[in-house]
């Protein structure tokens, strides 16, 4: 069921290039992560938004659409800024809510703003990337064209990863427990802000990334280097409980729905395993302390 | 001898910034570890129980009077009525389960708490917190927690979930607050298997407070004097003495400003190198070569 639909790269195009700009953009971001954890001050402290993140990806991008000589790097710096931005928008949102509406909204109606904010920040990107972008960087976002065949891919990717999180142990991952209580007060809100979640996480990675590396490299390279970002972006929420399997975990489920992206020709089953993990999350993970 | 002295500032440029991004070095103070070992290391302490000027704990079967942590008096341990026989007696102020039933004793006969659930015949770790009036967390005989809300309305709390496809959940071993003394809402659900469980608002939200402690505790207790939890594990007692639950730094004025600035100037200068570094990777190979 290979239903890529994306031409292979023709002989003699430049995959070095858009590699490059993709392994120097998450340089940088990785640096201006964890650098400033070298002279033990914590950023979360000083910039809770990781405003800085935004703006390296910002400078980065924008520099890359006006300046010629990085022409063909320009889809990959835009598919980065479509990480960054929209997570810096998402999580700067419930404080500038409850600033403006005073506390009138709960804390579950705050991010499931958020969560809105940033979907709605990934197709605007998204939108930029297939107005501005020349033809032959445009990706393909697999959004149209769902069958039968990639819903049942759907449901049974959804109790295949409920099956894994079960079997492995609990201990690394966290999954210790289900608070009944708050799951009752949360879910009705932050259930629909999961899966909006989990689609704008789809769209960046499975959707506009890998849609745009696979138009140089080939299907398992372009594959490889979206889900190695896909795991490293997950570094930027490893100073929140026992977050330390996230990394390698994030890394093969990218690596897992970008192969079932590309082998069902729809992103509509990795939004829907994604989705299921996001919920799972919530309902099964006991977060620990800050920072330990 | 020019070249020389951009070297020395280029050196110099790291050192700056990390000047700046670490601030006044006195802005933050490292916290005690959340947990810190008493003694009894190797040894299963299978109950634990403050006793005046010591702590009487049981070891191998043996009770043992330990000094309190930080006291060099020879320890005196006063025997509590209840003996050293477990952290949390089966009863709290006001309340006590009778057959499996949550009762609240008064002045007249104890009558069974309206919509309190049976939580079997064996169960016989409750807790209510001083902190929190009407707030009552109790462990059925299946280990589910249930926690009655301060409007007297009953609820599932917590479901501890199987440690693997193999093993089940982790025993629920103890249940401690301070229940006479309001010095901290917070209710300590001790496992055989997931360290120590913590609620603050009476059983909505749950976190994991471990760091440093062995998975494996059975036996917890408050003192309110000192202003602790004591904590028997399979690997010695360990002691948490009360402090706020860790969360981002919140930097004072001044610190904030330099650190600030310190991790701008960071991500300023991070994104010029990867702007460089970027020119040089989209050089085109004939430039590279009139150049070379």
């Known amino acids: 069921m290979d239903g890529s639909g994306v031409p292979s790269p023709p002989h003699g195009a430049s995959w070095r290039r858009p590699l490059l700009a993709l392994v120097i953009a998450a340089a940088a971001l990785a640096v201006v992560l964890l650098g400033p954890r070298l002279f033990d001050t914590d950023p979360v402290g000083v910039d809770p938004f990781d405003l800085r993140l935004a703006g390296v990806a910002l400078v980065l991008a924008g520099v890359a659409m006006v300046w010629g ?224 | 001898m020019g070249s020389e002295r951009w070297r020395r500032a280029l050196a110099a440029v790291p050192l700056a910034l990390g000047l700046l991004a670490a601030g006044p070095a006195a802005a933050t103070a490292a916290a005690e570890p959340w947990w810190v070992p008493v003694g009894l290391r190797g040894e299963a302490v299978s109950a634990v129980v403050p006793a005046g000027h010591g702590l009487l704990a049981t070891a191998g079967g043996r009770p043992r009077c330990l000094p309190l942590p930080g006291s060099s008096a020879p320890p005196v341990c006063e025997r509590p009525a209840g003996g050293a026989g477990g952290a949390t007696p089966g009863g709290a102020p006001g309340w006590a389960l009778r057959g499996g039933h949550v009762v609240r004793l008064g002045a007249g006969a104890a009558v069974v708490d309206p919509g309190s659930p049976d939580l079997g015949a064996s169960a016989r770790l409750l807790v209510t917190t001083a902190a929190l009036p009407g707030v009552v967390v109790a462990v059925a005989a299946d280990g589910t927690v ?44 001790a496992t055989d298997g997931y360290a120590v469980l913590i609620t603050t608002d009476g059983g909505d939200d749950w976190v994991r407070a471990a760091p440093g402690l062995p998975v494996g505790v ?21 002691v948490h003495r009360l402090q706020r639950i860790p969360g981002p730094p919140a930097y004072r004025h001044p610190a904030l400003l330099a650190r600030w600035l310190g991790i701008a100037a960071l991500a300023g200068l991070t994104t010029l190198v990867a702007l460089a570094a970027l020119a040089w990777a989209a050089r085109s190979p004939a430039a590279s070569s009139r150049s070379g």
């Open chain 2, 146 to 189: 249930w926690r009655r809300s301060p409007a007297g309305g009953w609820g599932r709390s917590l479901l501890l979930l199987p440690r693997s496809l193999l093993a089940g959940p982790p025993a629920v071993t103890g249940l401690a607050a301070f229940e006479t003394s309001p010095v901290t809402s917070a209710v300590y659900l």
């Open chain 1, 69 to 292: 000589r990085l022409a063909e790097m320009r889809a990959v710096l835009l598919a980065v800024a479509s990480v960054v931005l929209p997570y810096c928008a998402w999580s700067a949102t419930p404080p500038m809510l409850a600033r403006v509406a005073g506390g009138r909204l709960s804390f579950d109606a705050e991010v499931l703003v958020s969560d809105v904010v940033y979907l709605a920040g990934t197709l605007a990107i998204i939108a930029v990337a297939l107005r501005w972008l020349p033809e032959r960087w445009r990706p393909r976002l697999r959004l149209l064209g769902a069958r039968p065949a990639v819903l049942a891919v759907a449901v049974l990717g959804v109790a295949a990863v409920v099956t894994i999180a079960l079997a492995l142990p609990a201990e690394p991952l966290g999954r210790l427990g289900i608070p009944v209580a708050a799951l009752r007060r949360d879910l009705p809100l932050l259930g629909p802000a999961y899966v909006l979640q989990a689609a704008a996480q789809e769209l960046q990675f499975r959707g506009l990334l890998l849609g745009v590396l696979e138009r140089t490299m080939r299907p398992a390279a372009a594959n490889a280097a979206q889900a190695l970002l896909f795991g490293l972006a997950h570094v930027a929420v490893l100073y929140e409980g026992p977050a330390s399997a996230l990394v390698p975990i994030t890394l093969v489920l990218g690596l897992v729905l970008g192969a079932l992206t590309r082998w069902t020709g729809s992103l509509w089953p990795a939004i829907a395993i994604h989705s299921a993990l996001e919920i799972g999350i919530a309902v099964a993970i006991i977060p620990g302390l800050y920072g330990q």
């Open chain 2, 218 to 238: 059975l036996a917890i207790a408050t003192d309110a004097a000192s202003r602790a939890v004591y904590a028997g594990t399979r690997d010695g007692l360990w």
